[in-house]
């Protein structure tokens, strides 16, 4: 833009200031080309900061007009007091003869030069921005069906439901009215996970009594090696999150930690003084490696995403395994 804009600006710019001598005269075409090269590529460097103020200040490009306006009103009048400064400075120095009836014009172009130079960049900025907000929403939306898709793998587990399927096995002989209740709640748990993509969103109260069902599954299967303590205010008992936000947090505390009754995996859901959901686990690593494919954190965070909300966040350290989860408070629709 400088290479482009400045050279004709400049010739411009020291013929009205000079008028034919400009040309003519080879010290006033040295000296006004230097005095004029200074001054407008200062001028230029202040412009560039006004401007990147503004867009740190104003970013959405959906606010441009705004955006423009107010710069406009910053640059027009410093950009014609810089030009009035240099009409009167150069002559009454006395460095060279000053065409003074040109002020009018030069006061006229360069305020037509500003408003130009401010659209041009305005339009590339929001061409740009606009560019970058269609590519991000994409990929936020393949992220999201493949998020969906990897979410709908992992409901129907064959895995889950063939672990599920023994430990109702031998119920069934031991204890039939544990198996009838164990029955009970995988069906619970399988009907939420097949009815969970419908929504992006579903109430705490609707998640916890799921988690409750899962948790049983769970509980039966590793016995007192595993509890779950649940502690969320009532106030908070309508705000909503992602369905299986929390299915997916116990079910990767479960895969990546020891469950033993000698050394039993707490998992605790509760909500902190800033209305937001905690998810936490005692740290005991399995020995070995645990076959696992990210999934699981990544699946919660493109679904945070998708919502315009912010991120979880996720804590680690020698003891415990944190995710603090925003809770939303909406009037869409939920489970």
Known sequence: MQLVIMPPVLLGFNYLLFGPAYLTDWRTFALGTIVSFIVFFGQWLVNNAVALWFHRRFPNYRVGLKRVLLMLAVLVPFCSFNVAVLFLGIGYAGLSPVAFQNLPWALLAIVLIVILITIIYE?????????QALVE????KKANLQSRFDALKQQVSPHFLFNSLNVLDSLIEEDPARARQFLEELSSVYRYLLRSNVHQLTSLTT????????YHLLRTRYGSGLNLIIRVGEQYSRHQL????????????VKHNIVLAEQPLTVEILTDDRGRLVVRNNLQRRN?????????????????RMLGQPEPRVEEDREQFIVTLPLVESTVTVL
């Open 242 to 253: 992602p369905p299986l936000t929390l299915q997916l947090l116990v079910e990767n505390a």
């Open 288 to 304: 070995g490696r645990v076959v696992s494919n990210g999934v699981g954190l990544s699946n919660i965070l493109i679904k945070y």
């Open 137 to 140: 929403a994409e990929r936020l």
């Open 207 to 214: 998640e916890l009594a799921f988690i409750q069902s899962y």
């Open 123 to 131: 339009s590339i900025n929001a061409f740009e921005q606009r560019h």
